[in-house]
């Protein structure tokens, strides 16, 4: 069998499976729930909206319009989520306000992306670059507020290092495919598609692993805890 057989049926599998990777982070936060910190806790809720979103693209295929506006409000969702969580793990004010500014302005932003920069396209480009520079750009400064007052710990025990970690890697490679590589590729190359897709989901495999692995490790006493609560 060619080769575009097996990546076709790999990333369809892929694509099939990712409810099922996103439930494992999602189901070790319920079970250490009482355990986990405040920030951890929005992004367990995030993590169950996100499934949502993809349970009713997954049971219930929608037309391209309504499939569309759902992604695009998935996006949203995310972001908002994602960002929040950087709100109890900043220190310092400015940095709190800066957060809320931000995910208030990308807000805005997004739905004037779905209304009028870039109606009825099936990718919205702007707002997933904005997306991506916001929560880089979050997750970088926490990397800089952690070596700043590194505590004399292991970093593969602190939950908020293995969260920043999974976004910083998750969404640094899939800013390019979005915005530079599926913009590009023709409707009708499903290889090309497919190729992009795969890659997804994979980056989103190892993101949601780094998850779990921080409400694992939430569940255990860190000074690291305490540093952001």
Same mark, same amino acid.
């Given at each position: 069998?060619?080769? #575009?057989? *097996?990546? $076709? *049926? &790999?990333?369809?599998?892929?694509?099939?499976?990712?409810?099922?990777?996103?439930?494992?982070?999602?189901? $070790?936060?319920?079970? @250490?729930? #009482?355990?986990?910190?405040?920030?951890?806790? $929005? %992004?367990?809720?995030?993590l169950a909206c996100m499934a949502v979103f993809i349970a009713i693209l997954t049971v219930h295929p929608l037309s391209g319009a309504n499939e569309g506006l759902l992604w =695009?409000?998935?996006?949203?969702?995310?972001?908002?989520?994602?960002?929040?969580?950087?709100?109890?793990?900043?220190?310092? @004010?400015? +940095?709190?306000?800066?957060?809320?500014?931000?995910?208030?302005?990308?807000?805005?932003?997004?739905?004037?992306?779905?209304?009028?920069?870039?109606?009825? +396209?099936?990718? =919205? &480009?702007?707002?997933?670059?904005? +997306?991506?520079? !916001?929560?880089?750009?979050?997750?970088?400064?926490?990397?800089?507020?952690?070596?700043? =007052?590194?505590?004399?710990?292991?970093?593969?025990?602190?939950?908020?290092?293995?969260?920043?970690?999974? $976004?910083v890697m998750y969404f640094s490679g899939t800013v390019l495919l979005y915005v530079f590589v599926l913009p590009f590729i023709a409707a009708t190359d499903?290889?090309? +598609? =497919?190729?992009?897709?795969?890659?997804?989901?994979?980056? &989103?495999?190892?993101?949601? #692993? !780094?998850?779990? !692995?921080?409400?694992? @490790?939430?569940?255990?006493? #860190?000074? %690291?805890?305490?540093?952001?609560?």
């Amino acid at each position: 069998m060619p080769t #575009s057989y *097996w990546v $076709i *049926w &790999a990333a369809e599998r892929m694509e099939q499976s990712t409810l099922l990777l996103l439930l494992f982070p999602l189901a $070790i936060a319920i079970i @250490r729930w #009482s355990l986990l910190p405040r920030s951890l806790r $929005i %992004l367990a809720v995030g993590l169950a909206c996100m499934a949502v979103f993809i349970a009713i693209l997954t049971v219930h295929p929608l037309s391209g319009a309504n499939e569309g506006l759902l992604w =695009h409000a998935y996006t949203v969702v995310q972001t908002l989520f994602l960002g929040s969580v950087y709100y109890y793990l900043f220190q310092l @004010r400015w +940095q709190r306000l800066a957060v809320v500014a931000s995910l208030a302005s990308f807000l805005v932003f997004a739905l004037l992306d779905w209304l009028w920069l870039e109606r009825d +396209q099936p990718v =919205h &480009a702007y707002t997933h670059t904005l +997306q991506s520079t !916001l929560l880089l750009s979050f997750g970088l400064l926490y990397f800089y507020q952690l070596a700043r =007052h590194m505590p004399a710990v292991r970093l593969e025990n602190d939950p908020f290092f293995l969260v920043t970690s999974g $976004i910083v890697m998750y969404f640094s490679g899939t800013v390019l495919l979005y915005v530079f590589v599926l913009p590009f590729i023709a409707a009708t190359d499903a290889l090309g +598609q =497919h190729i992009v897709s795969l890659l997804v989901s994979g980056v &989103a495999a190892l993101q949601y #692993s !780094l998850f779990a !692995l921080a409400f694992y @490790r939430a569940s255990r006493p #860190s000074s %690291l805890l305490l540093l952001h609560e």
